[in-house]
């Protein structure tokens, strides 16, 4: 018996051994190479670092049609750059005599269709069609060749295609390939008495360089504001699913519970008791659904305006409550409120004399100040000599902006108050009679669009890392020519 268990011990040593053995030479041996064609499940030891979801998600974002060549295959990557150069006559002349199928994959199942449809070839693709390649053909990346075009804004060959019996609801998804103003690029920022504009670094046709993410159709159309394309998909009966949960490619659905078990919805309720206070779960939860919408996305994308109007005379889905529409009200006139306090604490405290008179107060109260400039202030009520310092009149110049902003949507009458103090501004400020309601959703987008580029301009001054000779205030004559497609104008 003694013999047996000592057998057996030795025995589980050995296996132990052995497991801690494979574990060394596993560590070893863990420096993998990873291509876009890398199966996991057949290269031992990988799946401990990285899932096949994990690499497709990676091969996807840096596939380029544009750019990658045909590896290994001389042939078809001379075939390639014919396809590139959209000489019909010379593509066609290449199939016929080398005796090529029109819808031979280059690589990765890309075919010369999807070529001709990404480079916006409008010619070559009509006469592939007439060969009769494979209009609804995909790759290994699940793009097709309308998903190629759209990708490019190639309206003629969208045209094409759709007229050929592609439909828009083929379009699983798009790769984002162009480049469109946004946060990331603002460039500079020119301020006028009645408008301010915003100037990007690039404006909406300029290519992705690397890292492609996956876009629903309806998402890449209106970040990328390509009305075109968009009016022709509505028009032929396709309706957008109007909520989006974004990841390496956008998930889209008819319905926010699609996204969240009923258990998630009531986990996130009760870690949002601050916010449930004021506003109550159901006005809570329309927020929950509108910030997946896209016309939430719609307030961050620059000329948003033609987009909204499409989407309201299709009656998209996905707009905000009436509820919404109130609260956003009470918002927007608390923000002008403060504005109007802090642009009169201003003037009194830094423009009027030390020790003001009371006939100079009683002016101060009876004049509006919203709409007045700075040169405007400082001659009806600088004659003291007192200035703003560099600092001061930035502030100054924001809440007259503010000023300006807000109160196109939710200005108040407030000289009717007949303030004569500022602590009587101020307590019009705290006032929580703030009644009004918000049109429509139209107005609405407008408003919370405003707000964005206001963020857009704070966060420019404030934290970007540009040169300091690059990111100051900028005073322009109100004649100076009109802007170009890469600048965005607040009014």
Same mark, same amino acid.
């Given at each position: 018996?003694?013999?047996?268990?000592?057998?057996?011990?030795?025995?589980?040593?050995?296996?132990?051994?052995?497991?801690?053995?494979?574990?060394?030479?596993?560590?070893?041996?863990?420096?993998?190479?990873?291509?876009?064609?890398?199966?996991?499940?057949?290269?031992?030891?990988?799946?401990?670092?990285?899932?096949?979801?994990?690499?497709?998600?990676?091969?996807?974002?840096?596939?380029?049609?544009?750019?990658?060549?045909?590896?290994?295959?001389?042939?078809?990557?001379?075939?390639?750059?014919?396809?590139?150069?959209?000489?019909?006559?010379?593509?066609?002349?290449?199939?016929?005599?080398?005796?090529?199928?029109?819808?031979?994959?280059?690589?990765?199942?890309?075919?010369?269709?999807?070529?001709?449809?990404?480079?916006?070839?409008?010619?070559?693709?009509?006469?592939?069609?007439?060969?009769?390649?494979?209009?609804?053909?995909?790759?290994?990346?699940?793009?097709?060749?309308?998903?190629?075009?759209?990708?490019?804004?190639?309206?003629?060959?969208?045209?094409?295609?759709?007229?050929?019996?592609?439909?828009?609801?083929?379009?699983?998804?798009?790769?984002?390939?162009?480049?469109?103003?946004?946060?990331?690029?603002?460039?500079?920022? $020119?301020?006028?008495?009645?408008?301010?504009?915003?100037?990007?670094?690039?404006?909406?046709?300029?290519?992705?360089?690397?890292?492609?993410?996956?876009?629903?159709?309806?998402?890449?159309?209106?970040?990328?504001?390509?009305?075109?394309?968009?009016?022709?998909?509505?028009?032929?009966?396709?309706?957008?699913?109007?909520?989006?949960?974004?990841?390496?490619?956008?998930?889209?659905?008819?319905?926010?519970?699609?996204?969240?078990?009923?258990?998630?919805?009531?986990?996130?309720?009760?870690?949002?008791?601050?916010?449930?206070?004021?506003?109550?779960?159901?006005?809570?939860?329309?927020?929950?659904?509108?910030?997946?919408?896209?016309?939430?996305?719609?307030?961050?994308?620059?000329?948003?305006?033609?987009?909204?109007?499409?989407?309201?005379?299709?009656?998209?889905?996905?707009?905000?409550?009436?509820?919404?529409?109130?609260?956003?009200?009470?918002?927007?006139?608390?923000?002008?409120?403060?504005?109007?306090?802090? $642009?009169?604490?201003?003037?009194?405290?830094?423009?009027?004399? $030390?020790?003001?008179?009371?006939?100079?107060?009683?002016?101060?109260?009876?004049?509006?100040?919203?709409?007045?400039?700075?040169?405007?202030?400082?001659?009806?009520?600088?004659?003291?000599?007192?200035?703003?310092?560099?600092?001061?009149?930035?502030?100054?110049?924001?809440?007259?902006?503010?000023?300006?902003?807000?109160?196109?949507?939710?200005?108040?009458?407030?000289?009717?108050?007949?303030?004569?103090?500022?602590?009587?501004?101020?307590?019009?400020?705290?006032?929580?009679?703030?009644?009004?309601?918000?049109?429509?959703?139209?107005?609405?987008?407008?408003?919370?669009?405003?707000?964005?580029?206001?963020?857009?301009?704070?966060?420019?001054?404030?934290?970007?890392?540009?040169?300091?000779?690059?990111?100051?205030?900028?005073?322009?004559?109100?004649?100076?020519?009109?802007?170009?497609?890469?600048?965005?104008?607040?009014?």
């Amino acid at each position: 018996m003694k013999k047996v268990f000592k057998f057996l011990a030795i025995l589980i040593i050995l296996l132990v051994a052995k497991l801690l053995y494979n574990e060394y030479k596993l560590n070893q041996t863990s420096h993998f190479t990873i291509t876009s064609d890398t199966n996991v499940s057949a290269i031992p030891g990988l799946s401990k670092y990285v899932t096949q979801e994990e690499v497709d998600s990676f091969s996807f974002r840096y596939w380029d049609i544009d750019v990658n060549e045909v590896r290994n295959n001389p042939f078809m990557e001379n075939f390639r750059q014919i396809l590139k150069s959209k000489d019909t006559a010379n593509i066609l002349l290449f199939i016929k005599d080398n005796n090529i199928s029109v819808d031979t994959p280059l690589h990765y199942g890309v075919t010369p269709l999807m070529y001709s449809s990404f480079y916006n070839d409008e010619n070559t693709t009509r006469e592939l069609i007439k060969l009769g390649a494979d209009i609804h053909k995909k790759d290994k990346y699940g793009l097709s060749p309308m998903a190629y075009a759209i990708s490019m804004n190639c309206v003629g060959v969208v045209k094409d295609l759709f007229e050929h019996g592609v439909r828009f609801e083929e379009v699983d998804f798009v790769q984002g390939y162009l480049l469109s103003p946004g946060n990331s690029s603002l460039k500079d920022v $020119k301020f006028y008495d009645d408008r301010t504009e915003l100037v990007y670094e690039y404006n909406w046709y300029q290519k992705v360089a690397k890292g492609k993410a996956g876009f629903s159709l309806f998402d890449y159309l209106l970040q990328h504001n390509l009305i075109e394309i968009a009016r022709m998909a509505l028009e032929s009966g396709y309706r957008p699913l109007p909520y989006c949960n974004y990841g390496d490619i956008a998930e889209c659905a008819n319905s926010y519970y699609d996204f969240y078990s009923s258990e998630e919805i009531d986990r996130m309720i009760e870690n949002e008791s601050t916010s449930i206070k004021y506003m109550g779960v159901e006005l809570f939860m329309d927020y929950q659904f509108y910030s997946f919408s896209l016309y939430r996305r719609m307030e961050k994308v620059p000329n948003h305006e033609k987009m909204l109007d499409l989407f309201l005379e299709y009656n998209i889905a996905g707009q905000p409550s009436k509820g919404m529409l109130e609260y956003e009200m009470k918002i927007c006139i608390g923000d002008f409120r403060y504005a109007v306090m802090f $642009k009169y604490d201003m003037i009194y405290f830094n423009i009027l004399d $030390k020790n003001p008179k009371e006939d100079e107060i009683k002016k101060l109260y009876s004049t509006d100040v919203a709409k007045m400039n700075y040169e405007e202030i400082l001659k009806e009520f600088g004659k003291s000599g007192r200035r703003l310092d560099n600092k001061q009149l930035e502030d100054f110049n924001f809440y007259t902006r503010a000023i300006r902003d807000f109160g196109n949507f939710c200005g108040e009458d407030y000289m009717s108050l007949n303030f004569s103090s500022i602590a009587d501004i101020f307590e019009w400020r705290r006032s929580k009679d703030r009644k009004g309601i918000f049109k429509g959703t139209k107005e609405f987008v407008n408003y919370r669009h405003m707000k964005e580029n206001r963020m857009q301009i704070f966060n420019f001054f404030e934290y970007d890392d540009k040169p300091t000779d690059s990111n100051e205030s900028v005073y322009v004559d109100r004649n100076e020519t009109k802007p170009s497609s890469n600048i965005i104008i607040m009014r």
